[in-house]
């Protein structure tokens, strides 16, 4: 029987990944001043409202209309062609730049209609923004897998039930799974946006160290045959590594400069930390995918510990029936 | 937990005394240090090197070293089948606490050896700040002991002893390691030594997090 949460969770998850992926990206006026103060020429995504629905047709065979950006400012608007269904369009979502010279802003192509809802353009990321949805939970997940393997490593040393060791093995077995996804989404996103797989960033280094973390932590396991023995050295070495680890995840990001946000020559903490760094949307659909994220390792470990037990039980099946032969 | 200073000592001296008699740990260690400098000024061969090229030799030199060295001190209890004695004997504190000071001891007298050699032979390896530049070799010294320690007790359990050592302990020692490599840079290459106060703060309270980590553990690494 499959229990509703589980559905609840498909649908949750695949409903905020599309909502993450799908909303478009619009900036405003604000956004095309700031390039246009430069002379940078490139397109940026526009959010516009049409204020009049009154076409100007010039003689270069653009038509002038006045409208305003998704933030209230009002402009002039170049299109480039006339649009069907005009009369009762609300707006539409322009590939545009600034013109600084007539005060206009130029559309090369109309993208579609105007988006009710929409994400701000941020600088030098645009629709690679998007990534926070994914990669943040991902490398979030590293460390609290990590995080809950350490307590079940604790509370091993404390009870010495071995139920407890599996479930520190399976915790960070699931964290080494999420440390490698988020290493791999973030080193294919800084090819695309930073220009290289791999910068040595503060951050960079700190999934880098986890990842080498946890394969100590397997190594050290696959090295000891006793089950005893082995839950206990393991639980001693996850403490250890994770009394010496913040450094590394919560404050050499913060304190060194490098790429991510947040970091030492940024404006402010980082997105997620400092408040209004983010826009509600855009900070809803992450933690809501952090929600997912945690419900998600949760159902994965309680799946490995069925199996766990399920094994266990098999195991002492065969060696009652082995007694019973003998 | 009780830690008891008799029987730590004696456990320090014993290992100093042993350590003496054969010198297994020292020739081999010295062999180490003189084999890795020697490949380090083979691919030099004469040429002049940027000060911060010369400060990863070193550390490098540094760390390997104390991973082939510091294994010891457990796995030759487990070897000679010691370990029982032992833990007749002694609380696991105490035994901790003397296996560290003989470790102290080793890694400075190691790490003094290696830095004396690369100052002997890299000709041009200036160091503007020497008192600055020694407390970092020490503190780093501590620091790689102090760690190094109870993964020696944690690999003396298992199966594959020299090669688990180096895996376990790199991840722990990194933050010290890049402490201690940026400490350097300040002392070779520097002007003042106040550039490296959030260093320093950073190696002591490392040594202070990890020997009091340790101490905790240690019962559970050390009883079977």
Redesign the interface.
């Known amino acids: 029987m499959i229990k509703w949460w589980k559905i609840v969770l498909f649908v949750w998850i695949g409903v905020f990944s599309a909502l993450g992926i799908m909303t478009p990206i619009a900036g405003g006026l604000s956004d095309l001043a700031i390039f246009a103060e430069v002379g940078d020429t490139r397109l940026i995504p526009v959010a516009m409202k049409i204020a009049d629905h009154d076409l100007t047709e010039q003689e270069d065979g653009t038509f002038l209309v006045a409208g305003e950006d998704k933030y209230g400012d009002d402009a002039m608007f170049v299109l480039p062609e006339k649009p069907a269904g005009f009369s009762e369009a609300e707006g539409y979502l322009l590939d545009a730049r600034y013109d600084k010279e007539n005060h206009r802003v130029v559309a090369a192509e109309i993208l579609g209609d105007y988006p009710g809802w929409s994400f701000p353009y941020i600088p030098g990321l645009g629709e690679r923004a998007k990534i926070i949805f994914f990669h943040v939970p991902m490398s979030w997940m590293t460390v609290i897998a990590f995080l809950v393997s350490m307590w079940f490593g604790i509370k091993y040393l404390r009870k010495k039930n071995l139920i407890d060791d599996a479930k520190s093995a399976y915790a960070a077995g699931l964290g080494l799974l999420f440390c490698i996804l988020a290493t791999v989404t973030g080193s294919v996103w800084a090819q695309f946006n930073w220009g290289t797989f791999w910068n040595w960033d503060p951050r960079e280094t700190s999934i880098f160290v986890l990842l080498l973390i946890y394969g100590a932590y397997f190594t050290l396991r696959s090295a000891i045959e006793v089950d005893e023995k082995r839950a206990r050295l393991s639980a001693v070495y996850s403490i250890l590594a994770f009394v010496t680890v913040p450094f590394f995840i919560f404050i050499m990001p913060r304190i060194l400069p490098g790429l991510h946000p947040g970091s030492a020559d940024d404006v402010n903490a980082g997105p997620v930390v400092s408040s209004g760094g983010m826009d509600a949307g855009m900070r809803v659909i992450l933690y809501s995918m952090l929600l997912g994220c945690i419900v998600l390792f949760g159902w994965l470990m309680s799946i490995q510990m069925r199996v766990f037990r399920i094994t266990q039980k098999q195991e002492a099946d065969d060696i009652a029936a082995a007694e019973a032969i003998s | 937990m009780a830690l008891a200073v008799k029987p730590a000592s004696a456990l320090f001296q014993k290992d100093v005394r042993s350590e003496l008699r054969t010198r297994y740990t020292l020739n081999a260690l010295l062999m180490f240090v003189v084999i890795s400098i020697s490949v380090v000024l083979f691919s030099v061969a004469g040429e002049t090197l940027q000060p911060e090229i010369t400060i990863g030799m070193l550390w490098i030199v540094m760390f390997f070293s104390a991973m082939s060295g510091m294994s010891r001190t457990f796995v030759a209890e487990e070897e000679k089948g010691t370990t029982m004695t032992l833990q007749l004997l002694a609380s696991p504190s105490s035994i901790y606490a003397g296996k560290l000071l003989f470790n102290l001891l080793l890694i400075v007298c190691l790490n003094a050896v290696i830095v004396v050699l690369f100052l002997l032979t890299m000709e041009k390896f200036a160091i503007s700040q020497p008192g600055l530049f020694w407390l970092v070799i020490l503190l780093g010294g501590f620091g790689i002991a102090s760690?190094t320690t109870?993964?020696a007790a944690?690999?003396a359990?298992?199966?594959?002893k020299g090669t688990?050592f180096p895996?376990?302990s790199?991840?722990?020692l990194?933050?010290l390691i890049m402490a201690g490599i940026s400490a350097t840079k300040t002392a070779v290459m520097g002007t003042t030594w106040e550039a490296a106060i959030p260093d320093l703060q950073?190696l002591v309270s490392?040594i202070v997090?990890?020997i009091t980590?340790?101490f905790l553990?240690f019962d559970?690494?050390w009883k079977?």
């Open positions: 760690a109870i993964i944690i690999i359990k298992a199966r594959t688990l895996v376990l790199f991840p722990i990194l933050p950073l490392y997090v990890v980590t340790s553990l559970y690494v079977d």
